[in-house]
């Protein structure tokens, strides 16, 4: 089976704290095209958090149903909350826009076994490990605890990169960006050409 569509699908991964969401939401502000893959989880908001633009929260017993009636394409539990990503969110995108998804590698292990031609993976580093936990610690969106998981959850997440097609490290968000946005632009460029299709 494969996700139908007829646009890009791009997967960034990364620790928690690299800066996936603000290159994430940079990347939409600068390309109308592209949509953010709203997720459902069962985790709290923080105070910053929208429910149905930051994620769609929901119950342990909602999620537990919609994985009973396979409404997710991957899903996955994750410091002890679950993460999901929709299939009917996903289809509705993909009919007009590319896609991007801010997802753990077990979720990119799950969206791969889709075998679509038109995914492509990247992986987001820090440059140290001492750089992630001043991030996190200067992001100050969760406890000492959940700073603590979210730190020592670096070696388990690294140890998933070669399932990725880039490793892209955040030093700088700019150029960082910029370099995002290359490979997106060389990826799609090559997709379509190789479909004969038409590049909007
Ligand atoms: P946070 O709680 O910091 O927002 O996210 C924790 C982790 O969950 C991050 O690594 C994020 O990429 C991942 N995540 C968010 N949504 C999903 C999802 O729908 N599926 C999976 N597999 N991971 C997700």
């Given amino acids: 089976m494969k996700i139908s569509g007829e646009n890009i699908m791009i997967i960034l991964s990364s620790p928690s704290g690299v800066g996936k969401t603000t290159l994430t939401k940079k990347l939409q502000q600068k390309y109308q095209n592209i949509n953010i893959s709203v997720s459902h989880t069962t985790r709290s908001p923080r105070s910053n958090e929208v429910d149905g633009v930051d994620y769609n929260f929901v119950s342990k017993k909602k999620f537990e149903e919609m994985i009973n009636q396979n409404e997710f394409y991957e899903y996955a539990k994750i410091f002890e909350n679950y993460y999901g990503t929709s299939k009917k969110n996903v289809n509705k995108i993909l009919k007009k826009n590319d896609i991007i ?39 100050d969106q969760n406890t000492k605890e959940e700073v603590e998981k979210r730190y020592n959850s670096f070696n388990e997440d690294i140890m998933h990169w070669k399932d990725y097609d880039y490793i892209i ?3 700088n968000l700019e150029v ?22 038409v590049i909007l």
């Fill in 101 to 139: 998804f801010d997802i753990d590698w077990q979720g990119t292990k799950q969206l791969s076994d889709y075998k679509n031609s038109n995914i492509i993976k990247l992986f987001l580093i820090t440059d140290s490990k001492n750089e992630l936990k001043r991030r996190l610690l200067k992001r």
């Fill in 169 to 171: 490290i955040n030093k």
């Fill in 176 to 197: 960082c960006f910029n370099h995002i946005e290359k490979i997106i632009q060389n990826f799609k460029k090559n997709y379509f050409s190789s479909n004969n299709s």
